[in-house]
C-alpha cells in the first residue's frame, strides 16, 4: 500500500507525511473504506498479500488517482473556508476527509465555483441541523416515547434467545481459538465462524450468574433490562450493559448524521432490540469479536493474539521507564479491555460499518492500545496527586 | 539494520540499553529506541507486515532485511534457543509472566506457520519486496539515513529529555523550555503521521505543548519562532487550540546555590545519602544533590528533620506536584517543596538513634511504582545523567538544548 501510495506521485500531498507515505487518518477514513474496501474484498486486507493481490491493491490505488488528487485539493480548499469562517472545533482530517473524497468522487477537481462548494460543505458538516446529545435525551424524555421504548425493551427481553448452542458444546470455542491464531495476519474465517452463530453462542453464557460481572461488562450478577434513561454524563458511564439507553447512545449520536426524528426513533428501537441480544451487540461478526477479545484479554500462552496482547504489556514496561513513568501494574486490564472493545464494536454498529477478517486484529490491538494509554495517563495522575 | 529472531518479534540494530538511557519511539508495529548518548539506534518489530509500510523510511534497507530473515513469511526460522525479550534489560519490571517467555520463545513465530506452505510464503515475501529475499548473512544495514530518520530520532529523543534530562543547581545544568521540548517533539511527529502505534499521539504532544505554554507563556524570540509557528500550524491542522498566545519574554534560570540542610547545633545523629534519580519522577529533586537528615531533642522528644534540594525549573515554571517522602531507617518522613528545598520532620522514639546510625535516606513518590533497583555500573545513575546532559548540551542536537547552553 505504502509503494502504491507513492507511485501516486505529486498532488496527494495533503493526505501524506513527511515521507510521502499516507497520514494515519488517510489510511483509515479513504484509502480503507472508500478505495479498498475489504468487506467487499476481504483478500486486500490480509497483513501479507498474494501476489496477485498487491498487483490488485496497486492498481486499484492508481485507478483512484485521480479522485484522491481531488480530494486532496478539496481538502485544501475546506481548510481554508474553515480558517474563514475561524472554526476550530474537531480535527479537520477526522471532519473533512471523507466529505472530501466524496466531493471529488462528484465534482471532481475543484474548479472556479470550488470555494463555495467547500464552504458549504464546511457549514455542513458543522451545522446544527444534526440531532445531538441534548436533542435525544428530550426525545426520551417525553412519556409517550419512553413507555413506547420501555415497552421495546421488554418485548425484545422476552423473546426467546435464538438457537442457543447446546451447554457443553466447545466448537464455538475451538472456532474462536482459531480466529485468534489466525487475525494478526489478516486472516481467519470470521464470516464462516459468524454464520456458526460462534459468538451468539460464547455470548450467551453470560446470562449465567456472576459471568457478565467477571467480563467486565456489568456490575449485576445478571445482567437486566436496561433503563430509558433520562441522564447521562461522560465521566460516570456504568459498565455497558448496565447503561441505560441514552447513555449507550449519547455520545456516539452527534456523529451519526440523524437528521429527522424518523431516523431518530428507528436508531432507538434498534438500540433496544440490540440489548436483548447476545453481548448487547446486533451483528454475529461483532459478537464473535467479542468472543474473541474476551478469550484473548486471559493474555495466556493458548492463541496468537493472547500471546501478541500480552507482549504489548510486556513493551508497556519497558516504554514507562522510559518515558519515567513507574512501571506499575495491569490490574483489571483485561475486563477494561473487553468494555473498550465493547464499546468500539458498538460505534462500528452504530455507524453502519461492517467488520472484515482483516479488522479483527486491528480491533483487538486497537482496543488494547487504547486501554494501555488510559493506564499510562492514570499513572501519570496518581503521580502528580500530591 | 541487522535482524535478529527473539520470542516476541524481531530485533533490529543494537539491544536497548537501561530504559532510561533511551529515548523511545512507538511506531505501527515497531518499537524504536536511540540512545541518549548518541549510540547507535535499534528497535523490535512486533508486527513486520505493519512495520514494513513505513519502516524503511526511518531506517533504510530494514524491509529487505526483514523479508531475508523471513519476518514477513509468516513462517519461524530462527532455529531456536532464544529465550529472550528484546526488552528484558535489568530495568524492565519483572512481571511473573514475563519468566514464562523461555518457554514460548518459539510458540509465537509457531503459531501463525499453520496459515500455508512456507515456501508459498517465502516466495510471496520476495515477490512482495521486488525479489530481494538475500540470506540473512547479506542483509546488511544501509546506513544512509531515510525522509523519516531526523524526525523519528528527534521525537524519540525528546521523550528523553521530557523524562529524564537532569537539571540541577548543583552540578550546573540548565532546565530545559518546556514549551520547547513540546514544540519540538510536536513538529517531529506530525512528521510521523501515518507510522505511529498511537493514532492520537500527535494530539497528545499537543495538548503537551498548550500545558507547557500555558505554564510560562508564550515565547517571542527569533530562534524559537519558526518552531512556534510551525507548531501553531500542526494545532490549527489537528484542531487542537494551542491556546496562551500570551507573549513573554524568556530568562534562563539562575543557578542559585539550594540552602543546604538545615544544620541545627544540638543535632544527636545526621546523615546524607545521594539521590537516586532513578526511583522519582522527572523535575522534583536535584539529582546530583543529598538527602540530608538530622535528629534534634526538643521539649517534644526526638525529631527527624530531612532536606533534599529541589531540581531547578525553567523560569516562570510550576514545580511538579508529587507526594514525596524520605524514608530513613524504617520512618517515613513527608516532604514539602519550601523555595528551593523539599523539607519536612516527624517525631521518632528515642530508639530510633540506634535505628538510625548509618541509615541511607530513600525518597519516594506515592504512585511512581519503580519497582526494583535498576542495574547500574560503578557510576552513579545521576553521574551518568548528568555526563550525558553535558556531552548533549555541547552537541546541541535539538533547539531546547541549544538554548539552554
Known sequence: MADAWLALGEGVEPLSNAAGLPLARTTKLIIDPLVVRPVQNPHLARAQLTAEAAVELTERIAAAGDDLRAAAAWFVRMKQQRRAREITEGNPQEKYFQRAYELARRQGAPDERADEIAGEEVDDVHSDARIGAADLRSYLADPGVAEAVAGAIARAWAAPPDDAAAPGDRAPDDAIAELLDACAAGEGRLDEIAAAGAGSAVGLRLA????????????LDRPAQPAVGATASKNALPKPFDRSILERLFVAIATLDIVTTGELCALVERQAERSAQPWQIGGEAGRVVLAAGARAAAMDDETDTSRRLRARWQREAFVRRAQRLGTGAADGAAAAFVRRLW????GRELRDQSIAAGDVWDLLDGAMRSVVLDYRDRVKTEMTAA | MSVQRISDGWLIGAEAEEPWLVGVLECDGATLWWPADGGEPGGLVWDAPRASGWIDAVFPGTVRALAAAGALSGVADDGGGQARTALDGPGVAGDSDTADDADDAGGVGDSSTGQGSGAADDSRAAEHTGGHAEPPADAQAETNDGPL????????????LAAWWPASRIAGVAALDPRIVAAERVAAL???????????????????CAGALAAVGGRDDAGAEPLLRRVAEIADDYGVPLGASAVRAARADDYALAAAGESGDAALARGESRVDPLVLPAGLVDPAAAVSWSVALGAGGATLAVSVPAAPQFAGDEAPRAALVALIAGVEVPLALAGDVWAGAAAVPATFLSAAAGADAALTVAGFAADQPESVGDEHPADILIRIARERLARGESLAERLAR
Open chain 2, 149 to 160: 530518520t531526523a524526525p523519528a530520532r528527534a521525537a524519540a529523543l525528546g521523550a528523553w
Open chain 2, 190 to 208: 506530525a512528521s510521523l503521521d501515518g507510522v505511529l502505534d498511537d493514532d492520537g499521539a500527535i494530539e497528545r504532544a499537543l495538548e503537551d
Open chain 1, 208 to 219: 449465567e450468574a456472576g459471568a457478565a460481572r467477571e467480563a467486565g461488562l456489568s456490575d
Open chain 1, 343 to 346: 464499546v468500539r464494536l458498538h
